[in-house]
């Protein structure tokens, strides 16, 4: 298997074979501008001290200040980082939004931590990357396993650190700590929106039914907005594994459920599934919406969803892209079907930035106008250049980023 930063710039050079792009930009973009590696030290509740592995990876800031998730997890690692912090990169500019990419990342399972261990290491990231970070320069996010209280503790450090008197430094923090209404749900609500645009593309009606992979802040948020928008959910993961059951499941439940258990299994009639039987269901829609590299040339075969909407980052391999395409299964790409987290992700760092408070209404319409546009644009493009919706992304990306290093 290739590794996600392999992945990415494979994904790069597809989409140029379908349209010629300024060579200068190209070269630009097969390397990261800045790359930071730190040893974080940490005082654990036992007393002794451990080192944690923390990166920052600030890929373009051609369109604007770096702007990317930090996700804690055992596998993260600097290869991921970078991918995660190209495809960032791709986002924004897809997006239209005035920021460039990065992304971040310490090697940690936060599970064996403490909540003030979590605390010290989060902090611990801070006093050690505060100098590439800042409003103008690097404006960091949640990601996989950190939260909006992590963001409120790494933007507090940064404050007691610099002086900066404002909270523009880190995005998706709690409402009471500067965030912004409508954080919480925008990846799976800019799902949603996409998903609508070429749901009347391709046909599919209302009611569709859908199979989620992870129930973490992006999954679980889909599985209740498409909820409420008829949508029938029929499965849905976690790390060890998920359930299944044709008449539906209420996400509601389900979180409850994993919440006093902290498991899915046992849960009230509905039939486990492994997450790999689980992405080869008969469904509408497949939300991958955990981790990368799930749908592979293994598996892509026998997929047999209608439609894959990527709400995780890089779920679908380049392999796996061809064999859908040829199957004419329509893959969603991740730099504009979970676009949503970024987006209002810079309302929030505007409002920060300007002292305002945008209501949820406000925000979500906006983030609605933005996505709706984007997706219209990024269909126009595919079939104008008869190529995936993924090359027709990447494409408009390519466009825009080399006005702007012009
Ligand atoms: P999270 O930590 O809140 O949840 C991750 C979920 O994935 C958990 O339910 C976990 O159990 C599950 N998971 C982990 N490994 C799995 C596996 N092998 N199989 C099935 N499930 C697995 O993270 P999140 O913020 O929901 O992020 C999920 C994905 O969405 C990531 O790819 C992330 O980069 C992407 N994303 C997140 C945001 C955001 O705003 N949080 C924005 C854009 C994209």
Same mark, same amino acid.
């Given at each position: 298997?290739? !590794?996600?930063?392999?992945?990415?710039? +494979?994904?790069?050079?597809?989409?140029?074979?379908?349209? /010629?792009?300024?060579?200068?930009?190209?070269?630009?973009?097969?390397?990261?501008?800045?790359?930071?590696?730190?040893?974080?030290?940490?005082?654990?509740?036992? %007393?002794?001290?451990?080192?944690?592995?923390?990166?920052?990876?600030?890929?373009?800031?051609?369109?604007?200040?770096?702007?990317?998730?930090?996700?804690?997890?055992?596998?993260?690692?600097?290869?991921?980082?970078?991918?995660?912090?190209?495809?960032?990169?791709?986002?924004?500019?897809?997006?239209? *939004?005035?920021?460039?990419?990065?992304?971040?990342?310490?090697?940690?399972?936060?599970? @064996?931590? !403490?909540?003030? @261990?979590?605390?010290?290491?989060?902090?611990?990231?801070?006093?050690? =990357?505060?100098?590439?970070?800042?409003?103008?320069?690097?404006?960091?996010? #949640?990601?996989?396993?950190?939260?909006?209280?992590?963001?409120?503790? &790494?933007?507090?450090?940064?404050?007691?650190?610099?002086?900066?008197?404002?909270?523009?430094?880190?995005?998706?923090? #709690?409402?009471?700590?500067?965030?912004?209404?409508?954080?919480?749900?925008?990846?799976?609500? %800019?799902?949603?929106?996409?998903?609508?645009?070429?749901? /009347?593309?391709?046909?599919?009606? %209302?009611?569709?039914?859908?199979?989620?992979?992870? =129930?973490?802040?992006?999954?679980?948020?889909?599985?209740? $907005?498409?909820?409420?928008?008829?949508?029938? *959910?029929?499965? &849905?993961?976690?790390?060890?594994?998920? *359930?299944?059951?044709?008449?539906?499941?209420?996400?509601?439940?389900?979180?409850?459920?994993?919440?006093?258990?902290?498991?899915?299994?046992?849960?009230?009639?509905?039939?486990? *599934?492994?997450?790999?039987?689980?992405?080869?269901?008969?469904?509408?829609?497949?939300?991958?919406?955990?981790?990368? +590299?799930? $749908?592979? %040339?293994? +598996?892509?075969?026998?997929?047999?969803?209608?439609?894959?909407?990527?709400?995780? +980052?890089?779920?679908?391999?380049?392999?796996?892209?061809?064999?859908?395409?040829?199957?004419? $299964?329509?893959?969603?790409?991740?730099?504009?079907?979970?676009?949503?987290?970024?987006?209002?992700?810079?309302?929030?760092?505007?409002?920060?930035?300007?002292?305002?408070?945008?209501?949820?209404?406000?925000?979500?319409?906006?983030?609605?106008?933005?996505?709706?546009?984007?997706?219209?644009?990024?269909?126009?493009?595919?079939?104008?250049?008869?190529?995936?919706?993924?090359?027709?992304?990447?494409? $408009?990306?390519? @466009?825009?980023?080399? @006005?702007?290093?012009?």
């Amino acid at each position: 298997m290739k !590794s996600p930063f392999e992945n990415a710039l +494979n994904q790069l050079a597809r989409a140029t074979a379908v349209k /010629k792009i300024n060579k200068e930009v190209l070269l630009r973009l097969q390397k990261p501008e800045r790359e930071v590696s730190v040893s974080i030290p940490v005082r654990m509740d036992s %007393g002794e001290v451990k080192l944690f592995e923390g990166y920052r990876v600030q890929y373009s800031s051609a369109r604007g200040p770096y702007k990317g998730g930090i996700r804690f997890h055992l596998d993260t690692n600097i290869d991921e980082v970078r991918a995660l912090a190209l495809w960032m990169t791709v986002k924004c500019a897809v997006s239209g *939004i005035p920021m460039g990419g990065g992304k971040g990342g310490i090697t940690v399972n936060p599970k @064996e931590l !403490s909540l003030g @261990e979590i605390e010290r290491l989060s902090r611990g990231w801070v006093k050690l =990357m505060y100098p590439v970070l800042g409003p103008s320069l690097d404006v960091p996010a #949640p990601d996989v396993n950190t939260t909006p209280q992590i963001m409120a503790w &790494m933007n507090d450090e940064y404050k007691k650190i610099t002086g900066l008197p404002n909270d523009a430094t880190f995005t998706g923090k #709690p409402i009471e700590a500067g965030g912004s209404k409508g954080r919480g749900e925008a990846t799976g609500m %800019g799902g949603f929106y996409v998903y609508e645009v070429f749901a /009347k593309e391709f046909g599919l009606s %209302g009611g569709a039914t859908v199979v989620i992979q992870g =129930m973490g802040n992006v999954g679980s948020n889909a599985a209740r $907005i498409f909820k409420n928008h008829g949508s029938r *959910i029929i499965a &849905m993961s976690d790390s060890k594994g998920g *359930i299944y059951s044709e008449e539906g499941l209420n996400p509601q439940d389900v979180d409850q459920y994993k919440k006093e258990h902290g498991t899915l299994t046992g849960f009230p009639n509905a039939k486990e *599934i492994s997450n790999a039987d689980l992405l080869l269901l008969r469904c509408d829609v497949l939300i991958p919406a955990a981790l990368e +590299n799930q $749908i592979t %040339g293994e +598996n892509a075969r026998d997929i047999k969803a209608k439609i894959i909407l990527e709400l995780a +980052n890089g779920p679908t391999t380049p392999e796996a892209d061809d064999i859908l395409f040829t199957r004419g $299964i329509p893959v969603i790409p991740d730099v504009l079907a979970n676009a949503g987290g970024v987006i209002v992700s810079t309302f929030e760092w505007e409002q920060n930035l300007k002292s305002e408070h945008w209501s949820e209404v406000q925000v979500l319409e906006k983030l609605k106008l933005i996505l709706s546009s984007e997706a219209k644009g990024i269909y126009s493009k595919s079939v104008e250049l008869k190529t995936d919706l993924r090359r027709g992304a990447f494409i $408009i990306a390519l @466009e825009r980023l080399e @006005e702007s290093m012009k």
